[in-house]
Each structure stands twice: as C-alpha cells, then as structure tokens.
C-alpha cells in the first residue's frame, strides 16, 4: 500500500497524517509505503514504484493530481484507490461518505469495498473527480483561495461573498448530449458538471442527486438575476433545494459542452482563466475507488 501524501496541502498536517498511518499498521495493513509529492514529477516517481493499493492522503486537489497522473499513464484501471481525507474542503470524501477524522478514515479504508466509479474528461485530457465549476461558481473557487491557509474550511462561504456580492454573469452556450440548455442572449451566473454532491467544503450542494456510479454528468446551469435573488439561490444551494428553482437547468447527459466569453473554470478546486470552450465526456467506472461499508460511513 502506497500512501500519496500532497506535503503543500494547507491541511494536511504531519500530525493528522502520522495518526492516519499508525493506525492502517495498528488495523493489520501490509507493507505500508508513505511518500510527499510537491511536484508531478514527484507523483510520477512515486507511480512508478510497485504499489497496486494507491492512498490519497490529501483532498479534492490531491485526488484530481493523482487521477490525472494515472489517465496520462494509462494507469486508471492498474490501482485500486483509496483516500485520507486530510485536505481543506473534502468534498469527494462527503459524497462517498469517508470518515473525515483520520483514525476513522484509516480504519474505513481497509474495510472498505474497491468500486468502478466514474470521471470526468475534458478535450485537453484533464479528468476531474468531483466537480467542475464556470463562472461564479469557479471566481469564489478562485477568492476562497486567497483565504485557505488561514480560514482553512471558512475560506469557501468567504470566496462565495467575495464573488457574488456584485456577480453580473457570463455570456454562454451550453450543450448537453447536442440539446441547447442556454444561450448567450441572457447571462448565466453559473454551469456547474457534478460527480459528487458537494462543494465548497461541504457548503454547498451542487446536485443532491449526483453520484459518482451513475454513468452520466449531472449538469446544472444557475441563471439567477438580482441581488436578493441571488442571495436566495446561495441559500437553496446550501440546503440543496436550489433544482426546483425555475432559473435553474438541470440535465443528466455523457457529453456537456460549453462555448462563453471569457471565463474562470474550476476542476475539483484547480483553476483556469480565461477559458472560452470546453467539452466534457463521462467515464463509465474509469476506477476502483475503495467506498466505506455503510457502517462505517455512518
């Protein structure tokens, strides 16, 4: 077993970290690796290594790090993945349900079952785990970023503020499976591409129905207008009941396609500028990801 630790994660502490490791050894482990990646050619290194069994020891940006080392390798069904949740928001880890306290995640992993589950790929080659975010959505990414190494999981609803107080939107054409959702001739404050639930930390719900096996990309597309409008909307968004607005578009679909002015986009929390057009398809089961048992997950 090859734990993968990001040592630049804000909150990824050596502490929560050696707690995690103590206790796979303590639980019956095998042969337990650990090794900090502060670069990719780190992550290559350590993916050349003879591990089948590959732990994220990390968040949301970590795991996308680790996915999109092993899709350019060709290595996505060589491992069987599992995660420590040890980063800032963990949001993949709440969809799945992984304990977020270290010794109950270590003890999860080893109980837990390898499932095929799904990933995003863009036409760059980049694959994302949970989500992608343009727009709004991807500024706040971008604002709460300013703020992680000293808010920690606060930065999120502060990059949110920061980013909606005065949002005015984007010019964009948004397609699903070659179906128009929306066109240009009205802003729209955000597209957002669900894997996993959540968002932000756990602040926000992307798509409460969303899940990582379904085969499909739960596409959602915010088009709020007005100041208390959209305060409202970040309300229901936090709740999760932000689909039956009627501003809000919901599609399930393989292929999504985006073409906009241009804009911020966030993949699991890494951001791109000035992004004017994207197509994204879904990969069916692309890998196996250990899923806590439901008792432990509880």
């Known amino acids: 077993m090859l734990v993968i630790n990001n040592s630049r994660s804000g909150s990824n502490g050596e502490r929560q970290l050696r707690t995690a490791v103590g206790e796979l050894a303590v639980a019956g482990a095998d042969a337990v690796e650990v090794v900090s990646c502060t670069s990719p050619a780190d992550l ?27 899709h350019r390798r060709g290595g996505l069904g060589s491992h069987t993945v599992g995660l420590l949740p040890l980063g800032t928001g963990n949001d993949f880890a709440r969809t799945l349900g992984v304990p977020l306290e270290p010794e109950t995640a270590a003890r999860a992993l080893l109980t837990g079952t390898p499932l095929p589950l799904d ?20 500024d706040s990414t971008r604002e709460a970023a300013r703020w992680k190494e000293t808010l920690g999981p606060v930065s999120f609803p502060v990059g949110g503020l920061a980013a909606g107080w005065a949002a005015e939107g984007y010019r964009m054409r948004v397609t699903a499976d070659g179906e128009e959702v929306v066109t240009p001739r009205h802003r729209t404050l955000m597209a957002g591409l669900a894997n996993g639930r959540f968002v932000g930390g756990g602040a926000g719900t992307l798509d409460p129905g969303a899940r990582p096996d379904s085969g499909v990309i739960s596409l959602v597309v915010f088009r709020p207008r007005g100041f208390w409008r959209r305060a409202a909307h970040a309300v229901r968004l936090h709740r999760g009941t932000h689909p039956v607005e009627p501003d809000v578009h919901h599609r399930l679909a393989r292929t999504v396609r985006v073409v906009s002015e241009p804009l911020t986009m966030s993949s699991d929390g890494e951001i791109t500028e000035e992004v004017t057009a994207r197509t ?12 806590p048992s439901a008792r432990d997950s509880a």
């Open 44 to 70: 290559d290194a350590a993916l050349d290594t003879e591990h089948e069994m590959l732990v994220v020891a990390g968040g949301d940006g970590s795991l996308h790090a680790v996915a999109n080392a092993l």
């Open 119 to 138: 990933l995003f790929v863009d036409d760059t080659g980049e694959v994302t785990v949970n989500a992608v975010h343009l727009g709004v959505g991807a």
């Open 280 to 291: 994204w398809r879904v990969l069916p089961g692309a890998w196996r990801f250990v899923v």
